[in-house]
Nanobody, 121 residues
């Protein structure tokens, strides 16, 4: 059974930092592209950051570039999102995603349940 379990969400003041973790089990972690998405109330889910299976290809949303860093530890089957200089507009539920694509076709796709991040004074 595949499981993606996010943790690390919290209430933090503007300018603060958080590190989210996503522990993955039930699949060959090193084969998967890992991503973080977020969804704010009333908004669509959006890509925050993505990291290739070998760790060599990263993508960031423009709104988080220079503030957030995605990383992975294939030995621990875990992906991280380090979030610095947090802003109120970063408030959202953050989701972890594991996906394998062949060309443009998604052949495997799993999501976690999400962790709440609230940035407020």
């Amino acid at each position: 059974q595949v499981q993606l379990v996010e943790s690390g969400g919290d209430l933090v003041q503007p300018g603060g930092s958080l590190r989210l973790s996503c522990a993955v089990s039930g699949l060959t972690f090193s084969r998967y592209t890992m991503s973080w998405y977020r969804q704010a109330p009333g908004e669509e889910r959006e890509l925050v950051a993505s990291l290739g299976s070998t760790g060599g290809s990263t993508t960031y949303a423009d709104t988080v570039k220079g503030r957030f860093t995605i990383s992975r530890d294939n030995g621990k089957n875990t992906v991280y999102l380090q979030m610095n200089s947090l802003k109120p507009e970063d408030t959202a539920v953050y989701y972890c995603r594991a996906r394998i694509t062949v060309g443009s076709i998604t052949v495997a796709d799993y999501w976690g349940q999400g962790t709440q991040v609230t940035v407020s004074s």
